[in-house]
């Protein structure tokens, strides 16, 4: 992740109460549903330690916003790796004076604190970060020329969920008619992925670590024009290459103009996304 962006970023509070009491009710129960992902009352309860808040609305707040992030990122086709949650995970160990992963497992366990639980809530965050990097780098970045100069490729993609009713259906359709002049149109009619369906499929310039690694070396295996499917575990890629360049990547040095810039983007980017979502309150 990049150090400057951490002012506004969903990072890592190594500040965690990680030694505190926590004691999850015997009988848990769904307090939230977020598009479709239910939220536990023991999730809540660990989020006011992982964020620092201690107000119930802020806490949900906050908590949805994290995992409208994530869902979304995933959609993109972002993820993490399992070695940068392990990471994530030891340099938390490591603010707590422990020094290796096992150990500090262990320490959790004599705390009451589900391992789990840790490591799914480094998980969403990470993967937040991971496409806010991605997102908004072009945007923070303007008018910085120290850089590195990369392969990038533009892409459309059109994400079909498995999930959906009609998937195996939709999915027939695109492989029969799908083309380069109707590819905009189908990714505004089809795609899952509501943002960028309303873009027409448009992902923007992508290049290698933005994407999940089979996504990824597919789209940089393939050249401009090509339109090939991807099959992962939430649903199937179209992906259509619509250029392919070099460029400079800006080295990110941000000012406190560009930071303040970067915050009303997110803002705005968290504000879209909640009003496609899906959330109900159970209490």
Known sequence: MVKVFKAFLIILILSFSIFAEEKE????KVVMVVNGQPIL??????AKNWYNLKDDKEVKEKLIDSILMSQHAKK??????????????LNIAKANGVNDIETFKKRLEESGIS???????IEIDLIGNKFLHFYLRNKITQGIIEGTIEDVKQVRVIFISKGREDYKDVVSKLEKELNK??????????SDDKYTAENKGLLGEVRK????????KEIFSHKVGDIFKVDTKEGIYFVFIEKEDKKLIPKEQLSDK????????YELYLKKLRE???IQYLE
């Open 115 to 121: 391992y789990k639980k840790l490591r799914g809530f």
């Open 276 to 278: 496609q979502a899906v």
């Open 258 to 265: 560009d930071l303040q810039k970067f915050k009303q983007e």
């Open 181 to 190: 002049e109707n590819f905009p149109t189908y990714a505004s009619k089809y």
């Open 41 to 46: 009352k023991s999730d809540l309860d660990f």
């Open 209 to 216: 670590g933005d994407l999940v690694e089979d996504l990824e």
């Open 25 to 28: 009710d015997l009988f848990d």
């Open 76 to 89: 993109m086709g972002i993820s993490v790796t399992s070695t940068e949650i392990d990471n994530a995970f």
